[in-house]
T-cell receptor, first 115, second 118 residues
Framework: AQKITQTQPGMFVQEKEAVTLDCTYDTSDPSYGLFWYKQPSSGEMIFLIYQGSYDQQNATEGRYSLNFQKARKSANLVISASQLGDSAMYFCAMRELEGAQKLVFGQGTRLTINP | NAGVTQTPKFQVLKTGQSMTLQCAQDMNHEYMSWYRQDPGMGLRLIHYSVGAGITDQGEVPNGYNVSRSTTEDFPLRLLSAAPSQTSVYFC?????????????????FGPGTRLTVL
């Protein structure tokens, strides 16, 4: 069974600094996808970035990048030049890309950006 | 294109009552799913469907029923509500990815339904 572990319940960062949110995963599937979602205080789940297990390069989307280390089974989210609007819960998730294609979430990291 | 819609946004039930949470998507997605989000627990999969007429259980299916008669709709039914079902419920949809190496198969979430069972 897949498992996602986010070991940082909360993080506090100064505005404009870069921040890394940790995510490790466990799966026996050869094919899988890794996602990061942002959940602001308003409650919606916002897709940020995706990394496929066969992708050779780390994914990037604007200020977001995913530091994918397959051998270590880690998929850390890096936010560059943090902004006050980045304050939110961040969830790492994994989706098996064969069979049922279910999505499994970690417990989340609450990021607070200080001015 | 409304994406994924959920109704109602808020609901209060008494123990033993039944209700249906509605979910609809207009993106012609084959894959739809329901999650519940509890404090400190992250999101957990309740049920999912890979296409019309096909449903399966997720991680926490007890107390919930689903059906998928059309591609667009995936309602979640609580037959006899219990206080343990107090939670925020999210519906999500995506393409079913047959070309797993070449597409993002991103799941898009609805705005959520906050359910309280007294």
């Amino acid at each position: 069974a897949q498992k996602i572990t986010q070991t940082q319940p909360g993080m506090f960062v100064q505005e404009k600094e870069a921040v890394t949110l940790d995510c490790t995963y466990d799966t026996s599937d050869p094919s899988y996808g890794l996602f990061w979602y942002k959940q602001p205080s308003s409650g919606e789940m916002i897709f940020l970035i995706y990394q496929g297990s066969y992708d050779q390069q780390n994914a990037t989307e604007g200020r977001y990048s995913l530091n994918f280390q397959k051998a270590r089974k880690s998929a850390n989210l890096v936010i560059s030049a943090s902004q006050l609007g980045d304050s939110a819960m961040y969830f790492c998730a994994m989706r098996e890309l064969e069979g049922a294609q279910k999505l499994v979430f970690g417990q989340g990291t609450r990021l607070t950006i200080n001015p | 294109n409304a994406g994924v819609t959920q109704t109602p946004k808020f609901q209060v039930l008494k123990t033993g009552q039944s209700m249906t949470l509605q979910c609809a998507q207009d993106m012609n997605h084959e894959y739809m799913s329901w999650y519940r989000q509890d404090p400190g627990m992250g999101l957990r999969l309740i049920h999912y469907s890979v296409g019309a007429g096909i449903t399966d259980q997720g991680e926490v299916p007890n107390g919930y029923n689903v059906s998928r008669s059309t591609t667009e709709d995936f309602p979640l039914r609580l037959l006899s509500a219990a206080p343990s079902q107090t939670s925020v419920y999210f519906c999500a949809s995506s393409l079913r990815d047959y070309l797993v190496r070449f597409s993002t198969d991103t799941q898009y979430f609805g705005p959520g339904t906050r359910l309280t069972v007294l």
